[in-house]
């Protein structure tokens, strides 16, 4: 008589078992620790206790604190994860009394004189030194070559001073134990503009910074139609007559929008006059921002009159700058929290037929984790006073969720296909009206955010900018509510009523709790640590057995570790535990919808990013894998095809190992590539990326090692 032995399939991956490297992470990033280095969070679930304890502690009563506490633990323990800032820091403060939980800030626009910018150096390094990360619009300094009356000299230009705060966030960094982000915008029609894109060609410089440029409507439009573009700066009256311009005359002058208007001439239109330095065509430019983005993965692309038009508070901010990541635009000062939902906990029935995704417990954990967010507010620690003041008015914050490509692996679905858009719509689209709905009871309970109770005096720009209001009769000089301007005539809110009209009814009579509530975040290492290494953010896995490239205090280059992808360890405990990515034999062979970042074209990333973007109030950070080998015309064709698409903003990657090391990155692409050294005695020697080297009394791998040398940061993490 035959036995046969019966496996029980679990019904999700819940009791997946944490791979070491997520351990390591966890414990070295967000672990609470004492002065001394032993733990006070004895497991995850302990810094899980931890935070849900910390952000009930501003609930109202004793009663209403216990109840929250409780179920922010649930929602935690159930896939709501508040981002690195929260994790670390919430709790905490008798072990960090000066640290922040906030991730995201920008600085105040830099006016161009020393003072503005050696005092907004001062307010960064505060900021750095509190955790945040910071971002800064460079393009409203003067042009290099242009001269200076008050100091009677010609400067060296907004380059020059980004390199002083590039080396202030390294030393605040390294001062700090926590390496310093920093996001560095600038304006597409600034004459110094290819010099922005081709900064960081040169090893070493400005590598404390992601750069963006702001993109026009209009520089887009020049591109398409191969028209000329001017490169221009603003000026005052006495500069203008100091060089005898005359600013009627077109070949001369151009009249531009500017973040600020004091000393320069303003139009009736508030459009100030700019310099014109040189004409180009726009097609140039254009290529010479695709030959930097397919080499060295920069400048990001933000394309600000989309951000502008589709920002909740239209009416009040002028958005020029982001978070280091890109997924938070925000005005001068302007701060926001973030947290992240790891979809693959509510995947039921993974790999099988049955395979779905639990709604109702999705939505509950939404409602819940909104909460959470906008209690963060309260214990923001922010170092300014400024950035303080910022995010009590307005209350932003910014959810999204990560694990999304795991999660369309595990319901059998390929990322990218028609299949997989519908989801991802649909995951963006419940969180958002779970979250408005939630923000609209919290405003009935605890009152909703300063901004939307202020009055706002009706201009003739706003009813440019929505001719609507003069259909319903508003006129110049009237005095509206904050909440009128965000609910009735924000282009966001106004797709949401066309979901619920009811809903956005009601915050248009009461306001909501706050002004935003939803991005996508990169969630790199909260990816790897708390969620196993589901994929990170909007993304589909890298890969699913790879090196990741780790800073680890006191080691002179970066450490290479081995991590799986959660959906390949998931599939590994629930149907094929030999399974194992490009494996040649038959029974460890993965079905074909396990695929990665580069199986995925171009265009199909595009196409995801569109489909969460609709239901996304700030914005996403995405970044379109590419393999080192795409053609270069198809590139190029990326950028355009997000800008057709309506996307706020658009960043690519190619391994390119002659530029810079990835965090990322495949054995394949280490075993293909060949780095030379030098030895002291003039011997030259060639080895695989993937190869160890002793050097300095440590192993490195190669390409870390090589990396560290040519950036100049070797020895100095």
């Known amino acids: ?84 800032r929260i994790i670390s820091n919430a709790g905490a403060r008798e072990h960090k009394p000066s640290t922040s939980t906030i991730n995201c800030t920008v600085s105040d626009t830099i006016h161009d004189s020393m003072n503005e910018i050696l005092g907004k150096v001062h307010e960064a390094g505060l900021t750095l030194k509190a955790g945040c990360g910071i971002g800064y619009e460079f393009s409203t300094l003067r042009p290099r070559g242009a001269y200076v009356s008050g ?21 605040v960094s390294s001062a700090g134990g926590r390496r310093g982000a920093q996001m560095a915008t600038f304006d597409i029609g600034h ?23 702001l993109i026009t409507q209009e520089f887009m439009e020049a591109v398409k139609d ?30 531009r929008e500017w973040p600020y208007q004091n000393g320069y001439i303003v139009d009736d239109r508030g459009r100030v006059a700019c310099k ?53 635009p925000l005005p001068p000062y302007g701060a926001c929290l973030l947290g992240s939902i790891n979809l693959t906990k509510f ?45 009590m008015r307005k209350r932003r914050h910014g959810m999204g969720y990560l694990g999304l490509g795991s999660s369309i692996t595990m319901l059998q679905m390929r990322y990218g296909d028609p299949d997989s858009l519908k989801f991802t719509e649909r995951v963006t689209r419940e969180l958002a009206m779970v979250g408005w709905q939630t923000g609209l009871d919290l405003a009935r309970e605890k009152g909703p955010a300063p901004i939307m109770e202020e009055e706002f005096t009706v201009t003739t720009e706003m009813l440019a900018q929505r001719p609507e209001m003069a259909v319903d009769n508003w006129q110049a000089g009237d005095k509206i509510k904050g909440r009128v301007l965000h609910a009735r005539y924000s282009r966001y809110m106004q797709q949401v009523a066309r979901e619920n009209p009811e809903l956005v009814s009601e915050l248009e009579q009461e306001g909501c709790r706050f002004s935003h509530h939803s991005s996508i975040a990169p969630t790199g290492t909260i990816s790897l640590s708390l969620a196993n290494n589901a994929s990170n953010g909007i993304e589909p896995s890298f890969a699913h057995h790879y090196a990741r490239n780790l800073i680890r205090q006191g080691k ?90 309506g996307l706020k903003g658009c960043t690519t990657f190619r391994f390119n190992p002659e530029a810079f090391q990835g965090v990322l990155v495949k054995e ?40 560290a040398l040519k950036e100049g940061y070797y020895g100095k993490l």
């Open 1 to 84: 008589m035959k036995t046969a032995h019966l496996k029980a399939v679990p019904s999700s991956a819940a009791e997946v078992p944490f791979q070491e490297a997520s351990m390591d992470i966890w414990s070295t990033k967000y672990r609470l620790k004492a002065k001394n280095g032993s733990p006070v969070d004895k497991d995850i679930d302990a810094t899980y206790t931890r935070v849900a304890s910390a952000l009930s502690e501003t609930e109202a009563t004793p009663a209403l604190q216990q109840e929250w506490s409780e179920k922010f633990l649930w929602a935690l323990r159930h896939g709501a994860i508040p981002a690195g």
């Open 151 to 171: 100091a009677g000299a010609y400067t060296s230009g907004p380059l020059s001073f980004m390199d002083i705060y590039d080396k202030m966030c390294f030393t």
């Open 191 to 213: 004459p110094d503009v290819m010099d922005f894109i081709r900064a960081k060609r040169e090893n070493g410089r400005l590598r404390q910074f992601n750069l963006s440029l």
């Open 226 to 255: 191969n028209r000329k573009w001017d490169l221009a700066f603003p000026i005052s009256e006495k500069e203008a007559l100091a060089d005898g311009l005359d600013p009627a005359n077109s070949e001369q002058v151009v009249w």
């Open 276 to 328: 014109i330095y040189k004409t180009i065509r726009a097609q140039r430019l254009w290529d010479v921002i695709m030959s930097s983005t397919y080499d060295f993965a920069e400048p990001g692309f933000i394309l600000i009159d989309k951000v502008n038009e589709m920002n909740n508070n239209w009416f009040c901010e002028d958005v020029r700058a982001t978070n280091p990541c890109g997924e938070q």
């Open 347 to 391: 995947v039921r029935n993974p790999f099988t037929s049955e395979a779905s995704f639990d709604w109702e417990e999705f939505r509950r954990v939404v409602a819940i984790f909104t909460r959470m967010l906008d209690n963060v507010v309260e214990i923001n620690g922010l170092p300014l006073k400024e950035q303080r003041d910022e995010i």
């Open 556 to 645: 002179k280059s970066k450490e290479k570790i081995d991590v799986f992808s959660f959906e390949l360890l998931a599939y590994r405990k629930l149907v094929n535990a030999k399974a194992m990515p490009d494996s040649e034999i038959a029974e460890e062979r993965l079905p074909e919808y396990f695929i990665s970042a580069d199986d995925v074209s171009p265009r199909e990333h595009v196409d995801i990013q569109a489909a969460a973007q609709k239901w996304i109030d700030s914005s996403i950070s995405k970044t379109a894998n590419v393999p080192t080998d795409y053609a270069y015309e198809d590139f190029k064709d990326i950028y355009l095809y997000a800008y057709e698409k």
């Open 668 to 707: 394949q692409d280490l075993e293909n590539t060949t780095y030379q050294f030098t030895l002291e005695d003039g011997v030259k020697v060639e080895v695989k990326g993937n190869q160890e080297i002793e050097y300095d009394g440590e192993i490195h791998s190669a390409a870390n090692l090589y990396d």
